[in-house]
C-alpha cells in the first residue's frame, strides 16, 4: 500500500519551533516532487513548501518564507518541514503530498491539484 504518514506535529507557543517528517512507503519516492500544505479551520488548504526530487530547488510561500525549511533524505524516503518562529496563524492541519505526475523534475508545481498523494495530516497548534 503506498501512503504518506506525517508525525511531528503538536502544541507550541508562539517563537518556538517544530518538525514535521512525513515517511513514505510502498514505492520509492525519491524521483518525485514533495510539498506540504496546511489547512487553516474554515479555510481552504494552501501551498506551504516544494522541493525537487533531489532537493535542489525549493519554493515556499511567502508567508512562511524565511521560517520554515523543507527538506528530504531520499535514503530513508522521508521529508521534513522545519518550522521557526511559529506564529498564531500557523495554526492549521499540516499535509505533505506527492506530486507522481513529475518524474526527476527540477521545477514543482504549487497548485493543490498537482499532487497525487496525500498524507492524513497532522495537527499544530501555536498558542499566543
Known amino acids: 500500500q503506498v501512503q504518506l504518514v506525517e508525525s511531528g506535529g503538536g502544541l507550541v507557543q508562539a517563537g518556538g519551533s517544530l518538525r514535521l517528517s512525513c515517511a513514505a512507503s510502498?514505492?520509492?519516492?525519491?524521483?518525485?516532487?514533495m510539498g506540504w500544505f496546511r489547512r487553516v479551520a474554515g479555510k481552504d488548504r494552501e501551498f506551504v513548501a516544494a522541493l525537487t526530487w533531489n532537493g535542489a530547488k525549493t519554493t515556499y510561500a511567502d508567508s512562511v518564507k524565511g521560517r520554515f525549511t523543507i527538506s528530504r533524505d531520499n535514503a530513508k524516503d522521508t521529508v521534513y518541514l522545519q518550522m521557526n518562529s511559529l506564529k498564531p496563524e500557523g495554526t492549521a492541519v499540516y499535509y505533505c503530498?506527492?506530486?507522481?505526475?513529475?518524474?526527476?523534475?527540477?521545477?514543482?508545481?504549487?497548485?493543490?491539484?498537482?499532487?497525487?498523494?496525500w498524507g492524513q495530516g497532522t495537527q499544530v497548534t501555536v498558542s499566543s
Open positions: 510502498g514505492r520509492a519516492f525519491s524521483t518525485y516532487c
Open positions: 503530498a506527492a506530486d507522481m505526475t513529475r518524474w526527476l523534475s527540477d521545477w514543482c508545481p504549487t497548485g493543490l491539484h498537482d499532487y497525487d498523494l
